[in-house]
């Protein structure tokens, strides 16, 4: 007989979401071999596919998960829709350039640009909604400047895949902020409202013969029909381990997936790892060691804080 203990509970809901945690992030480390799989289709055609399919995939989920109500919701408040439409602009930007990268073997540079992610997080957070960094949390955003200056003039070109990604990335993880929507009802809300521009663009490839979907291409309409599925699913996993895990260990577990293109890009499709690019990856790697220490240490000072009892009284 199952245990009906709370404590029990919270453990397997711990465990269950510290796997699906692991999942997630794993899997979108190597979600780099499934964009290869559609290399022949161009990366604007996967993208409206990814909205077309992920939005039916999104329809399903909310259903099953009668949450219906929050998009309602969401749909009411003009400021929201404005701050869904500006993120769903914002992620289609970094989905299109993912899929592009990967296609033309730059795995290796979108693994340097979600390494750098979170410290773009912290900077966005100093500038957009006034967050005071500490010395260490400026120590290393200097640390990821000066990686992206040295791939700069060392390797003699200008990293701006990676940048453009964790911009991007971090643009839509401040506006999703500010937006105050859920993850799954705000990522229907950004793909509805540019579902349409990617349905036209499909019509568009279509009526001009250039579409690489339909019974010709099977296997590829099979696997682009699958993109709502890639999607989505990792993000239902994501969302179990956000709401049981704690936020520092939901920072440690994001570390998986830029791991996982790194190690796919060096070894699998050996792309170009040269003394700059590991002085580069080498500072990226020291700037989120102290990142990741102040935000542990800082953790934990508010939680001792928060633990202390109050001072008594006269």
């Not at 200008?158 to 705000?186: E, Q």
Request: charged residues 10%; aromatic residues 14%.
């Amino acid at each position: 007989m199952r245990s009906q203990h709370p404590d029990s509970d919270a453990a397997g809901d711990q465990r269950s979401a510290l796997i699906a945690g692991i999942a997630a992030f794993g899997f979108w480390g190597i979600i780099p071999i499934y964009w290869k799989f559609l290399r022949t289709v161009s990366a604007s055609e996967i993208l409206a596919h990814r909205f077309v399919w992920t939005t039916g995939f999104l329809i399903c989920l909310l259903t099953w998960q009668r949450r219906w109500p929050e998009v309602r919701a969401a749909i009411c408040s003009r400021r929201t829709a404005l701050y869904c439409l500006a993120s769903g602009i914002a992620v289609s930007c970094n989905w299109l350039m993912f899929i592009w990268s990967v296609n033309v073997n730059r795995v290796l540079e979108t693994s340097l640009g979600y390494f750098m992610t979170p410290l773009v997080n912290v900077l966005f957070g100093a500038i957009f909604l006034h967050e005071r960094l500490t010395r260490l949390q400026l120590a290393s955003v200097v640390l990821a400047a000066a990686g992206v200056l040295n791939l700069t003039f060392g390797y003699g070109r200008f990293p701006w895949i990676a940048l453009g990604l964790c911009v991007s990335w971090g643009l839509y993880g401040l506006l999703r902020k500010l937006s105050g929507t859920a993850a799954i009802p705000g990522l229907f809300f950004e793909t509805t409202l540019l579902t349409p521009l990617a349905i036209a663009y499909l019509l568009l490839l279509q009526i001009r013969g250039a579409a690489i979907f339909g019974r010709a291409h099977w296997e590829l309409s099979l696997t682009l029909i699958s993109t709502g599925f890639v999607t989505g699913l990792p993000l239902v996993w994501f969302g179990h381990a956000a709401r049981h895990l704690r936020l520092t260990t939901i920072g440690f577990l994001q570390y998986l997936a830029p791991t996982g293109t790194f190690f796919l890009g060096v070894f699998l499709y050996h792309e170009a790892f040269t003394r700059a690019h590991l002085v580069t990856f080498a500072l990226i790697w020291i700037g989120l060691a102290i990142f990741t220490f102040e935000t542990v240490r800082l953790w934990r000072s508010k939680r001792l804080s928060a633990d202390e009892p109050p001072p008594l009284g006269d």
